[in-house]
C-alpha cells in the first residue's frame, strides 16, 4: 500500500501529522500562523474539523485565506490581534507551511506559490516554525528549484542588473493560464515575482542578505535567517521528522 503512495498522498500523510503535533503542541485558545500551497492545503482541511481549537488562523494568502473561511476557520489579519497577542515576541507559538526546497540545516526556498512575502512575515511572528513537505523537497544545497524574488514592478530592469553579479538567469513569472495569460504574474501584493534559475546556493544566510540589499527587491524566497525548527516530511517508509537546532 504505502509502496503505492504518490505525492499528493505523502503530502496528505505529513498535514496529518502537523494536524496531530499542532493539536498536542498548542494549548486551546492561541492563535496558529498557516502557510500556502498544496501542502498547506491539506493541512487545512485536516485541521477544519478542530478549528475551534484555536482563537483564530493568521494566514500567508489570498487563497489560504479563502480556504480557511469557507472551512469555518476564523481568519485575523496579523495587524488585527488582540493588542495583547501581538505585543508578545512572537504573537503565534507555530507556524505551519510547505515548502520548495529544504536542506540538511533547515533552510528553504519557499515562493513557488507566489506567497513568499507574506510567509515570511508570519514565519517572522511565530515561535515555531513547522514545515511540512514530502521527501522530494529534501535537497543537500538549495537552488534546483529557481529562487523566487517578489519586486516592486518598476523595479524589474534595476534589479535584474543587480542580481548579475550574484549568477543565476532571472526569468520574470507569467501566468500560465486564464484571463491574463502569458502577462506578468501578480502577487497578493500586486507585485512581480523573478525566478533565478541555475543558483547553487553554498551559503543561504548570506545570499538572503545580499538579494535583501538590492533596491527594488521586496522579498527574497530563501527562508535562512528565519529558517525551519521542525522539519515533517512525508515518504514512502511514513512520515520523518527533524528538529533543526
Ligand atoms: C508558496 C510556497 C509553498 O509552501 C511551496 O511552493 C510548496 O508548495 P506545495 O506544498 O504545493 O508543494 O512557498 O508560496
Redesign the pocket.
Known amino acids: 500500500m504505502i509502496a503505492n503512495m504518490n505525492q499528493d498522498d505523502l503530502?496528505k500523510q505529513v498535514a496529518q501529522a502537523a494536524k496531530d503535533e499542532v493539536l498536542k503542541r498548542m494549548p486551546k485558545g492561541q492563535y496558529l500562523g498557516i502557510?500556502?500551497?498544496?501542502?498547506?492545503n491539506w493541512f487545512i482541511d485536516l485541521l477544519a474539523p478542530h478549528r475551534d481549537h484555536f482563537a483564530g488562523v493568521v494566514s500567508s494568502s489570498l487563497a489560504s485565506t479563502e480556504r480557511l473561511i469557507k472551512l469555518g476557520f476564523h481568519v485575523v489579519d496579523a495587524n488585527q490581534l488582540p493588542e495583547a497577542v501581538q505585543a508578545q515576541t512572537h504573537p503565534l507559538p507555530i507556524y505551519v507551511?510547505?515548502?520548495?526546497e529544504i536542506d540538511p540545516q533547515g533552510h528553504m526556498i519557499?515562493?513557488?506559490?507566489?506567497?513568499?512575502t507574506r510567509?515570511k512575515i508570519i514565519a517572522s511572528m511565530a515561535k515555531e516554525f513547522i514545515c511540512i513537505?514530502d521527501e522530494s523537497k529534501q535537497v543537500n544545497t538549495l537552488g534546483q528549484f529557481p529562487l523566487p524574488i517578489e519586486i516592486i514592478p518598476l523595479a524589474e530592469s534595476a534589479v535584474r542588473q543587480q542580481l548579475q553579479p550574484l549568477g543565476g538567469k532571472a526569468v520574470l513569472r507569467l501566468n500560465k493560464s486564464g484571463k491574463r495569460e502569458g502577462q506578468a504574474f501578480l502577487t497578493d501584493n500586486g507585485a512581480w515575482i523573478l525566478d533565478v534559475h541555475g543558483l547553487q546556493i553554498k551559503d543561504p544566510i548570506q545570499m538572503e542578505r545580499d538579494f535583501n540589499q538590492i533596491a527594488g527587491v521586496i522579498c527574497v524566497g530563501l527562508f535562512a535567517q528565519r529558517k525551519a525548527d521542525l522539519l515533517l516530511v512525508g515518504g514512502k517508509q511514513g512520515v520523518g521528522s527533524i528538529t533543526f537546532s
Open positions: 503530502k502557510g500556502t500551497g498544496s501542502t498547506a507551511d510547505g515548502a520548495d519557499k515562493g513557488g506559490g507566489g506567497a513568499l510567509e513537505c
